[in-house]
């Protein structure tokens, strides 16, 4: 009777020791699947984040490239305008300077005249106004230079100084049509003129400054 106790109690120990032992690894095996499931949910998370980064980055650079295409195409664009408005200015610019030169102040002639003292001329230059309208004054200066050669220098001498008939280096003009600047002149000796330079300048009613170059041989050959 005692046995028989005892191995009931026995076995049913032994049954209990294998239960609660299987239900250990049982138990174990579970908390092993939840953590591997923990981490495969936590790399699918972070998978996640990391493909709309991705996209994110390849959505950003798909940006860039397209405003990087059209910023050169801007550029390019805004290049040709420029190019556009600099033919336009170089040609309007052209234009004005067609009809400044045909409008306004005016170098009409030089002339020299022998005299009856050797190395002493008469001048005479003609400014006139092109497309005068008989009411506009004409308002400016102009400048004579005698240039030449003396003991070998070059040498420009203002016509005021060869000549009495002016005050100044700028001769004052003021006409509606036309204005003669004339007088005498005396060559200094052993000064060899070479050419007359003539610098006109106008203020009103057109600003405008107009050259004009006479070699001494061309006008004195005929005197």
Do not use: C
Not at 81 to 91: G, W
Not at 146 to 170: E, M, N
Request: net charge negative; aromatic share 10%.
């Amino acid at each position: 009777m005692f046995g028989a106790v005892f191995l009931l109690v026995f076995s049913a120990s032994v049954t209990g020791f294998l239960v609660a032992y299987a239900y250990n690894l049982i138990s174990l095996s579970g908390s092993e699947l939840a953590q591997l499931r923990f981490d495969l949910n936590e790399s699918s998370v972070e998978n996640d984040s990391l493909r709309r980064e991705i996209a994110f980055l390849e959505r950003a650079s798909e940006v860039d490239k397209n405003a990087a295409f059209q910023s050169n195409a801007l550029s390019a664009k805004l290049r040709l305008q420029i190019l556009e408005l600099e033919s336009d200015v170089e040609y309007y610019r052209k234009v004005i300077s067609e009809e400044v030169g045909n409008t306004g102040l005016s170098i009409s002639s030089f002339d020299l005249f022998a005299t009856s003292i050797e190395k002493k001329y008469r001048y005479r230059i003609v400014l006139r106004q092109q497309d005068a309208d008989g009411d506009s004054y004409l308002e400016g200066s102009v400048t004579v230079l005698v240039t030449g050669k003396k003991a070998g220098v070059d040498l420009a001498i203002p016509i005021h100084k060869l000549s009495s008939d002016q005050d100044g280096l700028d001769i004052r003009l003021r006409f509606k049509y036309f204005q003669n600047v004339e007088g005498e002149l005396e060559i200094p000796d052993e000064f060899q003129p070479v050419r007359i330079d003539i610098e006109a300048s106008s203020e009103e009613p057109v600003k405008k400054t107009v050259k004009k170059s006479v070699l001494w041989s061309e006008l004195v050959t005929n005197l």
